[in-house]
């Protein structure tokens, strides 16, 4: 079997000021794979997400995702051509309801505008019926179906982190990257997060994933990249991962 190369990092360097971010960072996602992206804290786990959707854009390297670059591409257009995120700090729309919160993620996506209501066609109500469709059901596949009028800001926490990733997924995308999902969870949270990672893979996406805790990590990823300091220390599957003497002393050294 031949793995379709879905998003490849090359070579990546950002530089804020005198702190370099990453530092000649290379790596590939496949398709259909769930990658883990580990590393202490400051690693650059999240400028790596924040040069892969366009807030910033490398001081060198290429990114190549479906086979386009994404050089100076603005943030719409990246998320247009596939790629979602969720946030460490959960951004949700807290005075919307569960149900727009999600339909804001798809009109992210299509043409049709879902606040120009007195100038709708008939062609754009249908869309609209058909989004609010595809909108309830990622509410029901990520649990949240009995939630969908109330207010985000009314919703557990929980929920709050589900949300976000029923509304990255209503953009339709072919890569999604959750940044620390289970930030705050419990372990029995923890272990019902896993489950649905593994689902959100099974539907078709490609999924990376930033998060710190390990046992999760390993339990749910196909291959592991690991940076430390800006720079990419390792890579593996998770058993590699696990006996890697630099990861090893990578961690350590922060305990
Ligand atoms: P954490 O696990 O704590 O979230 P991380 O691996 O996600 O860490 P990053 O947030 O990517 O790490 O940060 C990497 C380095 O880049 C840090 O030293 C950080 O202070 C720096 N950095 C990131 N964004 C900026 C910015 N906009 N301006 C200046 N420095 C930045």
Same mark, same amino acid.
């Given at each position: 079997t031949t793995t379709q190369t879905l998003l490849e990092v090359h070579d990546v360097t950002i530089k804020f000021g005198g702190i370099t $971010? /990453?530092?000649g960072v290379s790596f590939d996602i496949r398709e259909g794979e769930i990658l883990g992206l580990i590393g202490p804290n400051g690693a650059g786990k999240t400028t790596c997400f924040n040069v892969m959707t366009g807030v910033y854009q490398p001081t060198s390297g290429q990114i190549r995702f479906a086979g386009t670059? /994404? $050089?100076? &591409?603005k943030r719409h257009a990246i998320t247009r051509l596939g790629i979602a995120r969720t946030f460490q700090n959960i951004r949700l729309f807290?005075? &919307?309801?569960a149900l727009e919160n999600v339909l804001v993620g798809a009109d992210a996506h299509s043409?049709? #505008?879902?606040?120009?209501a007195l100038l709708r066609t008939p062609l754009q109500r249908r869309e609209e019926a058909e989004s609010r469709e595809r909108a309830m059901e990622l509410l029901k596949f990520m649990g949240l179906a009995r939630r969908a009028d109330e207010l985000a800001v009314n919703l557990s926490y929980g929920d709050q982190r589900r949300l976000e990733i029923a509304r990255a997924m209503a953009t339709n995308p072919k890569l999604i990257c959750l940044d620390?999902?289970? $930030? #705050?969870?419990n372990p029995a949270e923890k272990v019902v997060l896993m489950d649905l990672i593994k689902k959100v893979r099974d539907r078709g996406y490609t999924v990376l994933l930033i998060e710190h805790d390990m046992k999760l990590v390993m339990g749910v990823t196909d291959r592991i990249v690991v940076l430390e300091f800006g720079r990419k220390i390792a890579e593996g599957t998770p058993a590699e991962i696990r006996d890697n003497p630099a990861v090893i002393a990578a961690y350590l050294g922060v305990e």
């Amino acid at each position: 079997t031949t793995t379709q190369t879905l998003l490849e990092v090359h070579d990546v360097t950002i530089k804020f000021g005198g702190i370099t $971010a /990453l530092d000649g960072v290379s790596f590939d996602i496949r398709e259909g794979e769930i990658l883990g992206l580990i590393g202490p804290n400051g690693a650059g786990k999240t400028t790596c997400f924040n040069v892969m959707t366009g807030v910033y854009q490398p001081t060198s390297g290429q990114i190549r995702f479906a086979g386009t670059g /994404l $050089a100076k &591409m603005k943030r719409h257009a990246i998320t247009r051509l596939g790629i979602a995120r969720t946030f460490q700090n959960i951004r949700l729309f807290k005075s &919307m309801t569960a149900l727009e919160n999600v339909l804001v993620g798809a009109d992210a996506h299509s043409r049709v #505008g879902f606040f120009h209501a007195l100038l709708r066609t008939p062609l754009q109500r249908r869309e609209e019926a058909e989004s609010r469709e595809r909108a309830m059901e990622l509410l029901k596949f990520m649990g949240l179906a009995r939630r969908a009028d109330e207010l985000a800001v009314n919703l557990s926490y929980g929920d709050q982190r589900r949300l976000e990733i029923a509304r990255a997924m209503a953009t339709n995308p072919k890569l999604i990257c959750l940044d620390e999902p289970a $930030a #705050g969870f419990n372990p029995a949270e923890k272990v019902v997060l896993m489950d649905l990672i593994k689902k959100v893979r099974d539907r078709g996406y490609t999924v990376l994933l930033i998060e710190h805790d390990m046992k999760l990590v390993m339990g749910v990823t196909d291959r592991i990249v690991v940076l430390e300091f800006g720079r990419k220390i390792a890579e593996g599957t998770p058993a590699e991962i696990r006996d890697n003497p630099a990861v090893i002393a990578a961690y350590l050294g922060v305990e």
